[in-house]
T-cell receptor, first 118, second 112 residues
Framework: AQTVTQSQPEMSVQEAETVTLSCTYD???????LFWYKQPPSRQMILVIR??????QNATENRFSVNFQKAAKSFSLKISDSQLGDAAMYFC???????????????FGQGTRLTINP | DSGVTQTPKHLITATGQRVTLRCSPR?????VYWYQQSLDQGLQFLIQ???????AKGNILERFSAQQFPDLHSELNLSSLELGDSALYFC???????????FGPGTRLTVT
């Protein structure tokens, strides 16, 4: 079974600075997807960024980028120019690329609470 | 707004009772997933439906059941509720094989 580990329960950063959230995962599969979801105080789960394992290029969405190290099974999220609205819980998630039954579920890490200091 | 709707937003009920949570997926999405978010267990997959058929089960208790109707909306039924069932229940939807799942706003269940 796949597992996802976020070793930083809490992180804080000064507004306008850059912060990196860590995520490692364990899988025997070669093709899969990795995601970062943001959960602000409203509790809504918002998809921040997606990475396909077969792509070597790291995904980027505006101020959000990832560092995907497939061999090391590492998937970190970098937030540049941090803004107050970035304060939230961030969850790393894994999804198999297989289309067999049961493979499409998301497996989540425990989350990292990010605080932005003004 | 993800396009996934869930009702009710909040539910407070007593132990031993039964509740039904409702989810409407995004237009065009045939797959519906249910997840439970609790303080001690984190976010866990419960069950998946695709076009009315159960497709996968996760850590779903026998006291819980779900179904997906012909109009593709889904309901999660929780019975014989216990204090430990208090949690945030999310519904998500996707196209089958689609990598991204879009989450609804969740239903917060409090069992007293």
């Amino acid at each position: 079974a796949q597992t996802v580990t976020q070793s930083q329960p809490e992180m804080s950063v000064q507004e306008a600075e850059t912060v990196t959230l860590s995520c490692t995962y364990d899988t025997s599969e070669s093709d899969y997807y990795l995601f970062w979801y943001k959960q602000p105080p409203s509790r809504q789960m918002i998809l921040v960024i997606r990475q396909e394992a077969y792509k070597q290029q790291n995904a980027t969405e505006n101020r959000f980028s990832v560092n995907f190290q497939k061999a090391a099974k590492s998937f970190s999220l970098k937030i540049s120019d941090s803004q107050l609205g970035d304060a939230a819980m961030y969850f790393c998630a894994y999804r198999s690329a297989l289309l067999i039954q049961g493979a499409q579920k998301l497996v989540f890490g425990q989350g990292t609470r990010l605080t932005i200091n003004p | 707004d993800s396009g996934v709707t869930q009702t009710p937003k909040h539910l407070i009920t007593a132990t031993g009772q039964r509740v039904t949570l409702r989810c409407s997926p995004r237009s065009g999405d045939l797959s519906v997933y249910w997840y439970q978010q609790s303080l001690d267990q984190g976010l866990q997959f419960l069950i998946q439906y695709y076009n009315g058929e159960e497709r996968a089960k996760g850590n779903i208790l026998e006291r819980f059941s779900a179904q997906q109707f012909p109009d593709l909306h889904s309901e999660l039924n929780l019975s014989s509720l216990e204090l430990g069932d208090s949690a945030l229940y999310f519904c998500a939807s996707s196209v089958l094989g689609g990598s991204e799942q879009y989450f609804g706003p969740g239903t917060r269940l409090t069992v007293t």
